[in-house]
């Protein structure tokens, strides 16, 4: 499509402002999508093209005559073909984006606070005994129903109550399932042998595809990842790109039943917010 800038620059209106905005918000969405996938290399490149050709318009709008008209129509499919490249690179995270915006979260995440704690410790044993024994494992704690059925497609479907010695069998290595990772909601093991999104971050290199599997799932969704190191034995957990390394199980303990809103302090609040609602229904205080 062919813009006379000449005009628009000279005949600023309403319009023009409406332009403006749009191309603001498109900016801003175009940076904080690239800043969330820590690539802003990517848009700089994408920005420079986009800034080019509209220079290269600019210009030859206000000098007149056919002139620029082969540098024109190169960089036009340069930036066409560099937004295009973009969307195949990043098509799982706009896959993912769309999944976000057209469904709700629904999921009923089973266990009560009891069962929760015991599934907290079935955890806590397995990844003790596979850390002492050098199993590699990947457990993801899913505790607002944020992962989407494509991932747990990947995978095999269990629906089986959590114990320490499922998860054991599970990732044992001659297990058909080791490989991939598990997918934990509440008490449940939702599913098994799940591939999982790797991170595009540079990483320590002591960290291998376990470690960039569950930096890439916290990147995208409101779950915590456990994982144990095949080589170290070290245990690791990740939430919202963030890892922590060689927890002890306290500090594992700690992680979990925050993910699971069971810790002291979660309790404490839940407790609070159920006074007020009950006082706003009944008009009074309530001790």
Do not use: W
């Not at 494992?137 to 944020?146: M, N």
């Not at 994982?227 to 700690?254: A, C, F, P």
């Amino acid at each position: 499509m062919d813009y006379n800038f000449k005009d628009f620059f000279t005949n600023l209106n309403l319009y023009a402002l409406i332009d403006f905005v749009i191309l603001a918000i498109v900016l801003v969405v175009m940076v904080l999508f690239f800043v969330y996938k820590h690539n802003v290399k990517v848009l700089i490149l994408l920005l420079a093209g986009v800034v080019l050709e509209l220079a290269v318009q600019i210009l030859a709008d206000f000098v007149g005559g056919a002139v620029l008209q082969l540098a024109q129509y190169i960089l036009h499919y340069v930036v066409i073909f560099g937004l295009v490249t973009a969307c195949v690179v990043y098509q799982s995270d706009f896959k993912n984006i769309f999944q976000k915006v057209s469904s709700s979260k629904n999921v009923d995440i089973p266990g009560s606070d009891d069962e929760l704690r015991d599934a907290t410790a079935e955890i806590l044993t397995a990844c003790q005994d596979m850390a002492k024994q050098d199993v590699g494992a990947i457990i993801i704690i899913d505790s607002v129903g944020d992962i989407h059925d494509n991932i747990l497609d990947t995978g095999t479907r269990l629906g089986a109550t959590l114990s320490a010695a499922l998860l054991e069998s599970i990732f044992n290595t001659k297990a058909p399932l080791h490989d991939g990772a598990v997918i934990v909601r509440g008490n449940k093991i939702v599913a098994a042998g799940c591939f999982l999104t790797l991170t595009q971050r540079n990483v320590n290199k002591e960290m291998g595809t376990r470690h960039r599997a569950a930096i890439g799932i916290t990147e995208e969704t409101d779950v915590l990842s456990i994982v144990v190191s095949e080589e170290t034995g070290i245990i690791s957990v990740v939430k919202h790109g963030e890892i922590k390394r060689y927890m002890t199980m306290d500090k594992l303990k700690d992680e979990i039943e925050d993910a699971y809103n069971i810790s002291p302090t979660a309790i404490a609040n839940r407790t609070s917010q159920k006074k007020k609602r009950k006082k706003r229904r009944t008009g009074r205080f309530v001790d």
